[in-house]
């Protein structure tokens, strides 16, 4: 079992900056790809980033391309979410996931069998 932990959300003014941090309860960490998903009231939860085992490879949501830069440090047994640029429309709770090995489809929350509890993004002057 592994336990995903979340931290760094808050609130920001449109334009400002945030970064998520997530560690993980496991020794393998780097076996682990990983992934940012989020879900704003009412809607479903949708895929933000993820990242591969190595961190060598990344892929995003168009939404957020450009302006959110995701990463990992397998020492710390923890990956980020650097945030820039955020928007009104960027408020939501971000969950951290893990899915042990390669996930053919990792915008799939499905693909994912481990997540965190969750941290509130509010994006709001």
């Known amino acids: 079992q592994v336990q995903l932990v979340e931290s760094g959300g808050g609130l920001v003014q449109p334009g400002g900056s945030l970064r998520l941090s997530c560690t993980a309860s496991?020794?393998?960490?780097?076996?682990?790809?990983m992934g940012w998903f989020r879900q704003a009231p009412g809607k479903e939860r949708e895929f933000a980033a993820s990242i591969t085992l190595s961190g060598v490879s990344t892929s995003y949501a168009d939404s957020v391309k450009g302006r959110f830069t995701i990463s990992r440090d397998n020492a710390k047994n923890t990956v980020y979410l650097q945030m820039n640029s955020l928007k009104p429309e960027d408020t939501a709770v971000y969950y951290c996931?893990?899915?042990?090995?390669?996930?053919?489809?990792?915008?799939?929350?499905?693909?994912?069998?481990?997540w965190g509890q969750g941290t509130q993004v509010t994006v709001s002057s």
């Open positions: 996931a893990a899915r042990w090995g390669m996930v053919v489809v990792p915008a799939a929350p499905s693909a994912y069998n481990y």
């Open positions: 496991t020794r393998t960490f780097s076996t682990y790809t």
